[in-house]
C-alpha cells in the first residue's frame, strides 16, 4: 500500500478568510487539498465553483488539488477545473452518460483521473475503466452535507476495493471521504484506504497542526 495521505475538504474551511485558512492548513501538514463542487442538483446542496479555485491557485496555494464534482452534467466542469489548476478530477459514475469519455477528457486536460462511489453504488464499471483511474473515492456518507456520520459498512467495500486496486496493479490511490475521525481512522485504514479526507475533524480543530499530527501518529501506530 502507498503511503497516507491526508486530504482536508475545504468546504469546512472558515470562507471568510479561504486563503489565510487554507495556508494555515498547509503548513499543518496536509498532503491534498478536497475540494467539493455542488450544484443544488446532484446533490441537495450549492457550493463553490471554478473561479475559487482559480482564486486559491493566484493566491500562492500549490499543493496538489482533487476536485470532486457533485454535479451533473460534468464534461463542461472538467475543462472549467482543469484551466484553473485542478491536480486531479473526480467525479461520480452515474453524472455521465459515457464514463470512459469523461475519464479520457480528464486525461487529455493533463489533469489526474478519478471516479467517487456512493454509498450504495456498485464498483462494476471499474472492471471496464480501472487502468484510466489514478484515484478512487468511497463515499462513507451520502454526499451534499459535511458533519455526517461514518456508515460502517463502508469498511467492507474499501476492503473490496483495494483487492480490486491489488489485482490490477496499477498505482490507485484509494480514498474514503465523510465522517472520519481519530477513532475510526485506524480502522479505515487497516480496511485498505490510503487517502483520507476530512473536513470538519481537521478545519473544525482548535490547532490544525495538533490534529494532523494526531492523526498521523494514529495512522502510524
Known amino acids: 500500500m502507498k503511503h497516507f495521505l491526508i486530504a482536508p475538504s475545504i468546504l469546512s474551511a472558515n470562507f ?6 487554507i495556508t494555515d492548513v498547509i503548513s499543518a501538514g496536509a498532503d491534498l487539498l478536497h475540494f ?3 450544484d443544488n442538483h446532484y446533490v441537495p446542496n450549492l457550493s463553490i465553483g471554478s473561479m475559487v479555485l482559480q482564486s486559491l ?12 464534482l457533485m454535479a451533473k452534467p460534468i464534461d463542461g466542469l472538467i475543462s472549467d477545473f482543469a484551466s484553473v489548476g485542478a ?6 459514475p452515474e453524472t455521465t452518460k459515457h464514463i470512459d469519455r469523461s475519464l479520457q477528457l480528464i486525461k487529455e486536460h493533463g489533469c489526474k483521473a478519478g471516479l467517487v462511489f456512493n454509498p450504495s453504488t456498485t464498483l462494476s464499471c471499474l472492471e471496464y475503466v480501472i487502468h484510466k483511474i489514478d484515484m478512487i473515492t468511497l463515499m462513507s456518507v451520502n454526499p451534499g452535507f459535511s458533519g455526517q456520520s461514518f456508515i ?12 480490486l486496486i491489488e489485482n490490477s496493479n496499477y498505482n490507485i490511490n484509494l480514498a474514503v471521504d465523510g465522517g472520519i475521525n481519530i477513532k475510526n481512522i485506524r480502522s479505515i485504514l487497516e480496511a485498505g484506504a490510503n487517502t483520507f479526507i476530512m473536513g470538519s475533524a481537521i478545519f473544525g480543530s482548535p490547532n490544525y497542526y495538533d490534529t494532523i499530527h494526531m492523526i498521523r501518529s494514529v495512522l502510524s501506530n
Open 16 to 21: 471568510a478568510k479561504l486563503g489565510e485558512d
Open 36 to 38: 467539493d463542487v455542488m
Open 57 to 68: 491557485r493566484n493566491y500562492g496555494i500549490s499543493i496538489p488539488i482533487d476536485v470532486h
Open 87 to 92: 491536480t486531479y478530477i473526480s467525479f461520480h
Open 152 to 163: 460502517p459498512i463502508i469498511l467492507k467495500k474499501i476492503s473490496q476495493t483495494r483487492k
